[in-house]
């Protein structure tokens, strides 16, 4: 579990994984035995970290693995277990398609997220129906079309805002009709307004 106060990563035993970082971060990591709760996400997740949980992890540096289950330690260790089972998923993770042609389509909206083509345009330039195109979007990321390219420019928005440059600069790079356009969205996806976000 990583991250800063208000974010992190919960990641099940066992994964594979690297972490990018954009700018300066400091980090705290919690292991948890499987055994101890096996009842925990089963998948990786970017999540919210709620003060409470913050606080407990603090709390919980300077503890010892010999400590008695009732005692002040024991119960500071099993509310971070419980505060663990309720994370609230963060909308972080941006799904990539095993189709080529599809993969194709999220390489040239990565390269370039201003890109406004429609499902038309790419039906006419890959020779696929809109449907097949939609379908397949569905089947391989579990997001239409429209949705993944929505993800794909907040993301990307993310990594910019977090490394100083102005949001109606990020908004204009993106494709974005206006700032307000861009913080509107910004905010029905992650609850808050983009210069809020990195506070």
């Given at each position: 579990?990583?991250?800063?106060?208000?974010?992190?990563?919960?990641?099940?035993?066992?994964?594979?994984?690297?972490?990018?970082?954009?700018?300066?971060?400091?980090?705290?990591?919690?292991?948890?035995?499987?055994?101890?709760?096996?009842?925990?996400?089963?998948?990786?997740?970017?999540?919210?970290?709620?003060?409470?949980?913050?606080?407990?992890?603090?709390?919980?540096?300077?503890?010892?693995?010999?400590?008695?289950?009732?005692?002040?330690?024991?119960?500071?260790?099993?509310?971070?277990?419980?505060?663990?089972?309720?994370?609230?998923?963060?909308?972080?993770?941006?799904p990539q398609p095993a189709d080529r042609?599809?993969?194709?389509?999220?390489?040239a909206l990565q390269q370039d997220p201003?890109?406004?083509s429609t499902l038309a345009d790419w039906?006419?330039?890959?020779?696929?129906?809109?449907?097949?195109?939609?379908?397949?979007?569905?089947?391989?990321?579990?997001?239409?079309?429209?949705?993944?390219?929505?993800?794909?420019?907040?993301?990307?928005?993310?990594?910019?805002?977090?490394?100083?440059?102005?949001?109606?600069?990020?908004?204009?790079?993106?494709?974005?009709?206006?700032?307000?356009?861009?913080?509107?969205?910004?905010?029905?996806?992650?609850?808050?307004?983009?210069?809020?976000?990195?506070?």
């Amino acid at each position: 579990m990583d991250g800063a106060p208000s974010r992190g990563i919960w990641m099940p035993c066992g994964q594979v994984h690297a972490i990018r970082c954009v700018g300066a971060l400091k980090m705290r990591s919690v292991f948890v035995r499987p055994d101890i709760a096996p009842d925990l996400p089963l998948e990786s997740k970017a999540v919210s970290i709620s003060a409470l949980l913050s606080e407990l992890i603090q709390a919980s540096i300077g503890i010892t693995e010999s400590y008695a289950p009732d005692s002040r330690e024991g119960r500071v260790m099993s509310l971070i277990l419980d505060e663990l089972k309720i994370l609230p998923t963060l909308p972080l993770h941006l799904p990539q398609p095993a189709d080529r042609r599809i993969q194709g389509i999220c390489a040239a909206l990565q390269q370039d997220p201003s890109d406004g083509s429609t499902l038309a345009d790419w039906s006419a330039r890959l020779g696929l129906d809109e449907k097949t195109i939609q379908r397949l979007f569905q089947k391989g990321t579990g997001m239409t079309f429209g949705q993944w390219r929505q993800q794909a420019r907040l993301l990307l928005a993310l990594e910019r805002i977090a490394l100083g440059e102005k949001i109606i600069d990020v908004a204009g790079q993106l494709g974005y009709e206006s700032p307000s356009a861009f913080t509107t969205m910004f905010k029905k996806q992650f609850g808050i307004t983009p210069s809020n976000f990195f506070k």
